[in-house]
């Protein structure tokens, strides 16, 4: 099968055991930061919009972390055989869990403030710094160990 | 006539360093694509996501040894599953003694783009 066909071969797409891994992790990082900036920006400028706004980026970054979580066992059950990790691998899939953990803790604050109609409490702030600072080291170790960054 | 003197006396050596660097650099691509195993053992280097010599040819009974000199983990598994490191840190190695004639690709798993084979004759 040519480099061309195989690329839109769906059987080929859909079943490359670890490839969609690296492929969905890009959901929750982009719409976690995205989310968390709206978020910053509308309590600094008071505007109401941009914090829907935030909170359905922060809404759709905590449901995408659930296929990346289980794409990622998968690949270490498929690829790895499950194998006791250690090194750069470990650290990725503790701070992989982290991250998960802190961008659905922020969505959960922001959808408890919601529901309640109070204000967020004013720990959020370090909530999503510490998710951002989660998910950046995370990211990064996953492009080093995949090769795109780092060497 | 002189003139015909004078083309062939430049052309002469474009063509000798023509063939010098043609010949050269055959004879590298050779060494640096293939490597011929000494009788007890042979090594293969991973580095910079690649094995190195992509192609190792040795006679039955070697082992061949693989060294991860790379800074992130790499693993070693067969395209059959003959064989399959644990995953290798750096400074970390694998060996298999292969006592069949064959080829056997090989891949690493954490990067599948990574390939390499060893012939045994």
Same mark, same amino acid.
């Given at each position: 099968?040519?480099?061309?066909?195989?690329?839109?071969?769906?059987?080929?797409?859909?079943?490359?055991?670890?490839?969609?891994?690296?492929?969905?992790?890009?959901?929750?990082?982009?719409?976690?930061?995205?989310?968390?900036?709206?978020?910053?920006?509308?309590?600094?400028?008071?505007?109401?919009?941009?914090?829907?706004?935030?909170?359905?980026?922060?809404?759709?970054?905590?449901?995408?972390?659930?296929?990346?979580?289980?794409?990622?066992?998968?690949?270490?059950?498929?690829?790895?055989?499950?194998?006791?990790?250690?090194?750069?691998?470990?650290?990725?899939?503790?701070?992989?869990?982290?991250?998960?953990?802190?961008?659905?803790?922020?969505?959960?604050?922001?959808?408890?403030?919601?529901?309640?109609?109070?204000?967020?409490?004013?720990?959020?702030?370090?909530?999503?710094?510490?998710?951002?600072?989660?998910?950046?080291?995370?990211?990064?170790?996953?492009?080093?160990?995949?090769?795109?960054?780092?060497? | 006539?002189?003139?015909?003197?004078?083309?062939?006396?430049?052309?002469?050596?474009?063509?000798?360093?023509?063939?010098?660097? =043609? @010949?050269?650099?055959?004879?590298? /691509?050779? !060494?640096?694509?293939?490597?011929?195993?000494?009788? %007890?053992?042979?090594? $293969?280097?991973?580095?910079?996501?690649?094995?190195?010599?992509?192609?190792?040819?040795?006679? =039955? @009974?070697?082992?061949?040894?693989? /060294?991860? !000199?790379?800074?992130?983990?790499?693993?070693?598994? %067969?395209?059959?599953? $003959?064989?399959?490191?644990?995953?290798?840190?750096?400074?970390?190695?694998?060996?298999?003694?292969?006592?069949?004639?064959?080829?056997?690709?090989?891949?690493?798993?954490?990067?599948?783009?990574?390939?390499?084979?060893?012939? $045994?004759?």
């Amino acid at each position: 099968m040519s480099g061309i066909a195989k690329a839109f071969d769906p059987g080929t797409v859909l079943l490359a055991k670890h490839a969609q891994h690296v492929v969905l992790v890009h959901f929750p990082i982009a719409l976690f930061i995205t989310g968390v900036a709206l978020d910053w920006v509308g309590r600094w400028t008071r505007r109401n919009g941009l914090g829907e706004a935030a909170y359905y980026n922060l809404l759709i970054a905590a449901v995408s972390t659930l296929p990346v979580v289980a794409t990622g066992l998968l690949a270490w059950q498929f690829q790895l055989e499950g194998q006791r990790l250690k090194g750069l691998l470990l650290m990725h899939l503790v701070l992989g869990w982290l991250s998960s953990l802190l961008i659905v803790a922020v969505w959960w604050l922001h959808f408890r403030s919601r529901r309640r109609g109070s204000s967020l409490p004013k720990y959020v702030a370090l909530v999503e710094a510490a998710g951002l600072l989660a998910v950046g080291l995370t990211g990064h170790l996953g492009g080093f160990l995949s090769g795109v960054s780092g060497s | 006539m002189r003139r015909r003197v004078w083309i062939l006396g430049l052309a002469a050596p474009v063509l000798a360093a023509a063939g010098l660097l =043609v @010949g050269g650099s055959r004879g590298f /691509t050779a !060494r640096a694509g293939q490597a011929q195993a000494q009788a %007890s053992g042979a090594e $293969v280097k991973i580095d910079n996501f690649s094995f190195g010599p992509g192609i190792v040819t040795v006679p =039955v @009974g070697t082992t061949v040894t693989w /060294t991860n !000199r790379d800074d992130i983990p790499h693993t070693v598994v %067969s395209d059959d599953k $003959v064989f399959k490191s644990k995953v290798l840190d750096t400074d970390e190695k694998f060996s298999y003694s292969f006592t069949k004639p064959g080829t056997f690709g090989y891949f690493c798993s954490i990067h599948p783009k990574m390939t390499g084979k060893v012939v $045994v004759q």
